[in-house]
């Protein structure tokens, strides 16, 4: 199993990535094993990327080459070192996920593809996305499909947008209620969902 997913495409917003896997051979630490995850086109480039676990403490596997529960992501390319003491076990499913800043310009989603070096070398295959659309958007769940909203506006913690139809909501809304002009913003229809958990809207 190869999954990878992302949360947003919104150019220039934060996009939580999730990766999900379960390897035929176990890879352990004592020889030197590393997982890459590579076509994050335009990924910033962060030498000690931050991983979350989301299954069977997936990013307490791996570390940067130095500290666990990181990643170095350079180049597009996320290099993942199995830590010390650690091994990724056949037939078990590990998820975990990191966070990064979406490039500011549109692109298209490009093939994202895993492969391994140590214990047993696998080369690089594609890895699939379970949810390819999201908020109306054509491959919007696929890394790192990028693109800058028709119309968006910051409101307390979160960011109402669309992509020329539907109002769409991304991030945690303020509890109180304001006002949200969406006169004149090309917006098709409202998602039942883009208010829920907030006060009075008008």
Same mark, same amino acid.
């Given at each position: 199993?190869?999954?990878?997913? !992302?949360?947003? %495409? $919104? /150019? ?14 176990? $890879?352990? @630490?004592?020889?030197?094993? &590393? &997982?890459?995850?590579?076509? $994050?086109? =335009? ?9 979350? #676990? &989301?299954?069977?403490?997936? /990013? ?7 500290? !666990? ?8 390319? $996320? ?10 076990? /056949?037939?078990?499913?590990? @998820? ?5 800043? =979406?490039?500011?310009? @549109?692109? +298209?989603?490009?093939?994202? #593809? ?10 690089? @295959? ?6 390819? +659309? ?8 696929? %890394? *790192? ?13 979160? &960011? ?21 002009? *969406? ?20």
């Amino acid at each position: 199993m190869r999954k990878i997913g !992302q949360s947003s %495409p $919104l /150019a220039g917003e934060s996009n939580t990535i999730t990766v999900t896997i379960q390897t035929n051979w176990y $890879l352990a @630490a004592t020889d030197s094993s &590393v &997982v890459t995850i590579s076509g $994050l086109t =335009n990924a910033p480039d962060t030498p000690s990327l931050a991983l979350t #676990s &989301v299954g069977n403490s997936g /990013a307490d596997l791996f570390s940067d080459g130095a500290t !666990q529960g990181k990643g170095a992501l350079s180049s597009g390319t $996320l290099r993942l070192t199995v830590h010390t003491g650690k091994t990724v076990l /056949a037939g078990t499913q590990y @998820a975990f996920s990191f966070t990064i800043t =979406n490039p500011s310009s @549109a692109q +298209d989603a490009g093939t994202v #593809s895993i492969a391994a070096s140590g214990t047993a070398p696998f080369a690089s @295959a594609a890895m699939t996305t379970d949810t390819a +659309d999201v908020y109306g958007l054509t491959d919007g769940g696929k %890394p *790192l499909k990028v693109a800058v909203p028709t119309w968006r506006e910051a409101f307390g913690g979160c &960011v109402f947008f669309s992509f020329s139809g539907p109002l769409e909501r991304s991030g945690s809304c303020p509890t109180t209620g304001g006002v949200l002009d *969406l006169r004149n913003k090309g917006i098709t229809s409202v998602k039942n969902d883009s208010f829920a958990g907030m006060g009075a809207c008008t």
